[in-house]
């Protein structure tokens, strides 16, 4: 593979609280304005809190899913008396940090969540991107006694709905098993030796070196799986069998329990062998989502180093 | 000690979703009414789903914490415009299978509820009630994989102020580590083989049987420990530290650490010996509690049976 270049990263985002009862990006984003990180070396960063009427009220969100708002269409839709806080928050950020798609945009967004599943510390990122595929490696090789994987989301940029989507190059740091306006120290420290890493990473592009190319393993969405439903009532009537339950990203086969009715019975998983994650995610019940499953892929990536 | 006595507790209230995001209480509830157990054996059981509207919205209260409402005073304060929702539906209750403190009270009120802290399976109960530490002993014997403990918390039954203390006898199962929102099925089945168990006990109770007196081990509350804040925003400056996290109900000595700063700093606790347990709940931090504090009793009780 031929080696890329790119342009100083420079102008970076960390974005926490995008949902409001997520602490570890809540506390981290806090704590970083407290320290004046927005200079950092070669680096200028912006230190946003994403959703603060949120956050203040330890909900996900007030009116609409805040990270379901970064759609080129949302972004660029007329602000109305009806306008819910979110978009119009989504469109406060875009200015910010955007705009989506221009030269303006950050270089580099991070956004930090937490889930209720059991996924350790995951990079979810749309279009395949060298940038977001080099510092993965780089903290997979840094951070070698925790578990860091990657969810590729296979949508067009314009249909991206999250933060992330917003600078030239972005992903979310998602990071449990963490309860919702909960903050675990183990894991406020995971993300934090994590943000250490990327800056170190940025620092070492911007001045010059080149990262050899290589080849890291992702997770594609193929589907979600709903939760066993009343017919009449529209409530669950099963919850996630145990043995799925805490286990993401270990191969489902044809046969594996995957929920466990109230009155006792197990359903078992009746498809292709595919990779569960998101597994009993707090948030996902009104999303009508169980568990997402994927595929597991390589890519191969080719070395980086800065513009001429 | 002297064997006791009482009259046959056929009148049984279950009740769940006192807090609306605590969902084994809110599963278990409806599917027995579903189950259609409002009549098993001896027993005549009102099946509550305590807090309708926090259940809808999956929050743990609309406007005021509906499990701070059962205190003598509260239950008979006069509604007015402003009376919030859930004094409003304690007044209900407490009509419904009270009222507190009469002979028209059911005779056991279990109330079930989640912690996001690592407590097991946990009893919680206000004054020593030869019932209850019997009940507690029966569970102990017959689940004996899962960690069963007891909290006694040392008010009078006036002060009391959660729905338990409106039967004539009753505690709460407090059941974690569950997320708020979410539902577990290792800690649905817990729980609904306790309540399998209390049900056998109270039908061989009413049949006749005499069950022999015993010791059981409780945990007395002694104090509540706050986070560190800051002292002009009042925000947590430090988060629980990891060799507490989790470790609820183990011995807390000085110098064991009990908080790590977001900067980076451990304190370390400076007390007399005691034991944890509420660590890092959810609905605490509102309270200002980032755990509570302990001493290990042991409680004798006398053997009992039915009135002649």
């Keep these: 593979m031929e080696s890329v270049s790119f342009p100083p990263l420079s102008r970076v985002a960390i974005c926490g609280g995008t949902h409001g009862n997520e602490m570890t990006g809540v506390y981290m984003v806090r704590e970083m304005q407290k320290q004046k990180m927005d200079k950092t070396g070669s680096l200028s960063v912006s230190i946003i809190l994403s959703n603060p009427r949120a956050v203040e009220a330890c909900r996900r969100y007030i009116e609409t899913d805040l990270n379901r708002c970064f759609t080129s269409d949302l972004l660029s839709s007329p602000v109305t008396d009806s306008t819910p806080y979110e978009l119009k928050r989504a469109q406060e950020l875009n200015a910010q940090v955007g705009p989506?798609?221009?030269?303006?945009?950050?270089?580099?967004?991070?956004?930090?969540h937490n889930t209720t599943s059991n996924m350790g510390l995951c990079f979810i990122f749309y279009s395949i991107d060298w940038v977001t595929l080099h510092i993965l490696k780089y903290i997979q090789s840094k951070m070698t006694s925790v578990d860091i994987r990657a969810i590729q989301l296979d949508l067009p940029i314009s249909e991206a709905y999250s933060l992330e989507s917003v600078g030239k190059h972005g992903f979310?740091?998602?990071?449990?098993?963490?309860?919702?306006?909960?903050?675990r120290a183990d894991i406020y420290n995971m993300v934090k030796e994590a943000v250490d890493h990327i800056f170190s990473w940025l620092q070492e592009f911007n001045s010059g070196s080149t990262f050899e190319g290589g080849e890291v393993e992702v997770y594609t969405l193929v589907k979600s799986v709903d939760y066993p439903r009343d017919a009449v009532t529209g409530e669950i009537t099963a919850a996630i069998h145990c043995q799925l339950q805490d286990n993401d990203f270990k191969l489902l086969q044809r046969g594996d329990p995957i929920f466990l009715s109230f009155s006792g019975e197990t359903v078992k998983y009746d498809d292709e062998e595919l990779y569960p994650f998101f597994v009993n995610e707090c948030a996902?019940?009104?999303?009508?989502?169980?568990?997402?499953?994927?595929?597991?892929?390589?890519?191969?990536?080719?070395?980086?180093?800065?513009?001429?």
């Excluded at 989506?100 to 930090?112: P, Q």
């Excluded at 009508?288 to 390589?298: N, T």
């Design 172 to 183: 979310a740091i998602e990071v449990g098993p963490q309860p919702n306006g909960v903050l």
């Design 284 to 308: 996902y019940y009104e999303k009508k989502i169980a568990f997402h499953l994927g595929r597991k892929i390589k890519l191969t990536f080719p070395s980086i180093n800065l513009t001429g």
């Design 100 to 112: 989506k798609g221009s030269e303006e945009a950050v270089d580099l967004l991070i956004d930090i």
